[in-house]
């Protein structure tokens, strides 16, 4: 049986009365709010990809409205946004170019205007202003704002529920969705949403249908800070692929029905969902929304003053055990990622091997003596369908066991092969991989999977070929130091990518320290381990095999042990964090 928590949650302490579930108990505790004044405005503002018609159905007549509006009755007509986005958008199906819009550009100022006269000619009762930048017409003197995570809303993207906000695309095919979702809306919505949740009233959970949650602006701030001052993971989500394996299926006991699992994301913030258990109330909103608000105490201090509110480490899991290879691909380096997509950081990575079965492999640099021009044509010629890409002749293959790690700085060409389960180390801005060649492979959809040559011949290093693969990319293991029971590996990673990782074996208690920086962990050998204060700072925190942990910088030091009933076989973690 798994021990693997699919449903990690944060207990809030000190605000047992400040969280409510069900429409019932969210509109009365609304009407007790908005009743104090002979007129109330009472602002829904609310993140693309909510419900609005579950808000119009089940809680505005709850409230007895004197006037209602749609915010939305604002936003500018669909082709004038399309113009306005044109250059982010782009044609390409994967990529855009990111957004630096602020969302009143969205706005028609004549209808924004009409709007707010509205408000201003209703003296009496309780006017409600609820949409996406419903702060935009009125500040509110009550203010809620309702929320999702984003991988909620590409569910409700895939099942054909939901657009693009301003789009009628739901014919459009998915990459093309996300990628405006990725590049233009979620940027622009953080940047609204931040200094309104700042000064909420009340916090409202739409992730799941007719199941709505609330909880006050005040304790979901204060849960925040709790946050951040302790050990806890985010809610992993898993989704197939075409090249998925069978791993995960069985080791966290997911849908047994599912074709295959491919990814796990596991530390990815910008896109998981956090839980905080708010007295009896489960509250689930997007981790970003930690980000956001305690940047400093979870980054630290230097993290942040480089990167801003974004956490920049991401872990993931790649299943192809019982599955394929992964796409040959080829990540943009960094002057290139700047000046084609605007983003500031690109995504060096590492494979991290979790289990391997006999003969796997990982395909990794180019082997010596090689012409880039055969070999570019090669890939062109099989994304055409004349033939196979000849792999073997171009490309090292690694056998790749339990334990290894495989680093992969930006340019190098790469995948994992069938039979690992990596655990993927990596930079945050993991759109970017530049697929060279799929296998002559399919999508799940049925479509050919985008494959950008153009991008990757630009920024492939050819110079990173089997000798200095070998020599600089292959289990760089250097030991750091040891005591008791315990040692500490360097790993990497190579000396272009901005991430530091360190492997302790350990049978016995192992005192760690942030160092200033927020870490992130796995437990990558024994099936569960205690974090906890050597200051009793925060309550013992458990983790288990395969969970990945997040320690906020401002944590400090804290210590990891083999649980009671451990084996007496030596436990490991995997540890990452920004080098200085």
Not at 188 to 217: N, W, Y
Request: glycine share 6%; net charge negative; aromatic share 10%.
């Amino acid at each position: 049986m798994t021990t693997y928590d699919r449903f990690p949650t944060v207990t809030v302490k000190g605000y047992d009365d400040s969280a409510w579930q069900g429409w019932e108990a969210i509109a009365k505790t609304v009407n007790a709010k908005t009743q104090q004044q002979k007129r109330t405005v009472l602002v829904i503002d609310c993140y693309p990809g909510v419900r609005l018609s579950e808000l119009e159905d089940s809680l505005l007549p709850r409230l007895s409205p004197a006037l209602t509006i749609n915010a939305e009755r604002a936003r500018q007509d669909e082709h004038a946004l399309h113009d306005m986005l044109a250059r982010n958008l782009t044609d390409d199906r994967v990529f855009g170019v990111l957004s630096c819009h602020q969302l009143d550009e969205f706005i028609d100022s004549s209808r924004l205007a009409a709007l707010q006269e509205r408000v201003r000619q209703c003296s009496s009762g309780l006017v409600i202003i609820y949409g996406p930048g419903a702060a935009l017409v009125h500040p509110g003197d009550v203010l809620v704002y309702a929320d999702l995570p984003r991988w909620e809303i590409q569910q409700r993207m895939r099942s054909g529920e939901l657009d693009n906000w301003g789009a009628q695309n739901q014919s459009e095919d998915m990459l093309r969705r996300y990628k405006r979702a990725f590049f233009i809306e979620w940027r622009v919505f953080d940047r609204h949403k931040t200094p309104l949740l700042k000064r909420a009233d009340f916090v409202l959970d739409t992730t799941r249908a007719q199941s709505p949650a609330m909880v006050s602006g005040e304790a979901l701030r204060a849960g925040l800070a709790q946050t951040a001052t302790q050990p806890f993971r985010v809610v992993p989500f898993f989704d197939p692929g075409v090249w998925g394996g069978q791993w995960m299926k069985q080791q966290f006991d997911l849908d047994p029905s599912a074709p295959n699992y491919a990814w796990c994301f596991d530390c990815v913030p910008e896109e998981n969902s956090l839980l905080l258990r708010v007295g009896a109330v489960r509250i689930e909103i997007p981790s970003q929304d930690l980000v956001l608000l305690q940047p400093r105490a979870l980054l630290g201090e230097k993290v942040h003053a480089r990167f801003g509110a974004e956490f920049p480490i991401r872990f993931d899991f790649l299943d192809t055990i019982g599955g394929q290879n992964l796409s040959f691909q080829v990540h943009p380096v960094t002057e290139y990622i700047q000046q084609q997509f605007g983003m500031h950081y690109t995504q060096d990575e590492s494979y991290y091997i979790l289990e391997a079965e006999p003969g796997a492999m990982v395909y990794l640099g180019t082997k010596t003596g090689i012409d880039p021009h055969a070999m570019m044509d090669d890939l062109r010629r099989a994304g055409r369908g004349e033939k196979s890409f000849d792999d073997a002749r171009f490309v090292n293959q690694i056998p790749a066991n339990k334990h290894d790690h495989f680093l992969i700085p930006a340019g190098t060409v790469h995948c994992s092969g069938a039979g690992t389960m990596v655990l993927e180390i990596s930079a945050t801005p993991y759109i970017f991989t530049f697929k060279l060649w799929d296998w002559d492979r399919l999508g799940m959809d049925g479509l050919p999977r985008p494959v950008h040559l153009d991008h990757g011949e630009k920024v492939i290093d050819w110079q990173r070929d089997t000798q200095w693969v070998h020599q600089h990319l292959v289990n760089q293991f250097e030991p750091i130091a040891e005591g008791n029971h315990w040692r500490e590996e360097r790993t990497g990673l190579h000396e272009r990518e901005f991430i530091e990782t360190r492997r302790h074996w350990f049978s016995e208690p192992v005192v760690h320290h942030t160092g200033g920086g927020v870490n992130v962990l796995n437990l990558v050998e024994g099936d569960r381990a205690i974090v906890d204060s050597p200051t009793g700072a925060f309550e013992p925190f458990t983790v288990h095999y395969a969970e990945t942990f997040i320690i906020p910088a401002d944590v400090g030091e804290y210590r990891i042990s083999p649980s009671d009933n451990a084996s007496d076989r030596p436990l490991a973690t995997i540890k990452a964090w920004v080098r200085s």
